[in-house]
């Protein structure tokens, strides 16, 4: 794939994923903290806080690393920064990014004609079914464009 043929990327700005990691490791520590210095309730509410906490720090982790990458909108689909595809330009069957679709924040949801697998890139994107979620941490001043240039593209397609 030659760089020429990019329409559009959308990633996290700095201070977006620093704010996001930021609130999620403010909860995994605070969580973390209620579960030793205030045990109440029995054992097993103190291990279950530490597990969310400890679950929370590790999803900060996971967020920083995966915001580190970048949508990538080609000629032939829509792809990762590090190259995996989550849908092929063929295989999508509609893009809705209206007010009630269940999307992300500031992102838009990409319909499939079949299955494409699971994946996901916490703040980023996610795959499961025949749905490809794009959006989280990334501005919206960037998903919206890719949207807009996916629903163009395939109405040109379906000759609409």
């Keep these: 794939m030659a760089d020429d043929d990019i329409l559009a990327t959308a990633g996290a700005s700095q201070p977006r994923r620093i704010f996001a990691v930021t609130v999620l490791t403010a909860l995994g520590?605070?969580?973390?903290?209620?579960?030793?210095?205030v045990p109440q309730?029995?054992?097993?509410?103190v291990v279950m806080l530490a597990a969310v906490g400890l679950s929370a720090l590790f999803m900060a982790h996971r967020l920083w690393r995966a915001t580190a990458h970048s949508l990538v909108l080609r000629e032939s689909g829509l792809y990762d920064s590090d190259g995996t595809r989550l849908a092929a330009f063929?295989?999508?069957?509609?893009?809705d990014r209206g007010t009630f679709a269940m999307k992300p924040s500031n992102g838009f949801i990409v319909l499939l004609h079949g299955s494409?697998?699971?994946g996901w890139r916490p703040g980023l994107w996610w795959r499961f079914g025949k749905r490809v979620?794009?959006?989280?941490?990334?501005?919206?001043?960037?998903?919206?464009?890719m949207?807009?240039?996916m629903t163009l593209r395939l109405s040109q397609r379906d000759g609409e």
């Design 147 to 149: 949207a807009d240039i």
């Design 41 to 45: 309730g029995g054992f097993g509410w």
């Design 133 to 145: 979620a794009v959006g989280g941490v990334t501005a919206g001043s960037e998903t919206k464009p």
């Design 90 to 95: 063929e295989e999508i069957r509609k893009v």
């Design 29 to 37: 520590l605070l969580v973390i903290w209620l579960a030793l210095a």
């Design 116 to 118: 494409a697998g699971r």
